[in-house]
Nanobody, 116 residues
Framework: QVQLVESGGGLVQPGGSLKLSCAAAETINDIVFMGWYRQAPGKQRDLAATITRGGVTNYADSVKGRFTISRDNAKNTVALQMNSLKPEDTAVYYC??????????WGRGTQVTVSS
């Protein structure tokens, strides 16, 4: 059963924008933390941006000022607005959610390719 479903990836030119969205299944309750991680080919999965239930955000230095994370607690959704995209932003982007018990959930990932 898919718990987190991502959408919005694709191919974009450098300097362009994309918005990723992630929806958690209704069976996931008490989400306290959601975020986006990314994994480029041959590299480890790293944090891009996270947001707590209270709205506290955290960004990787490489995306600060370009990416904005937001969430809708009522709908169990999280979004990532990505502007001024660079080729080095190319990666598979994974949605992540952690519930109050500490259990974490991963989405299947969505590909973002920044290329001219």
């Amino acid at each position: 059963q898919v718990q987190l479903v991502e959408s919005g990836g694709g191919l974009v030119q450098p300097g362009g924008s994309l918005k990723l969205s992630c929806a958690a299944a209704e069976t996931i309750n008490d989400i306290v933390f959601m975020g986006w991680y990314r994994q480029a080919p041959g590299k480890q999965r790293d944090l891009a941006a996270t947001i707590t239930r209270g709205g506290v955000t955290n960004y990787a230095d490489s995306v600060k000022g370009r990416f904005t994370i937001s969430r809708d607690n009522a709908k169990n959704t999280v979004a990532l607005q990505m502007n001024s995209l660079k080729p080095e932003d190319t990666a598979v982007y994974y949605c992540y959610a952690k519930i109050i018990s500490g259990r974490g959930y991963w989405g299947r990932g969505t590909q973002v390719t920044v290329s001219s």
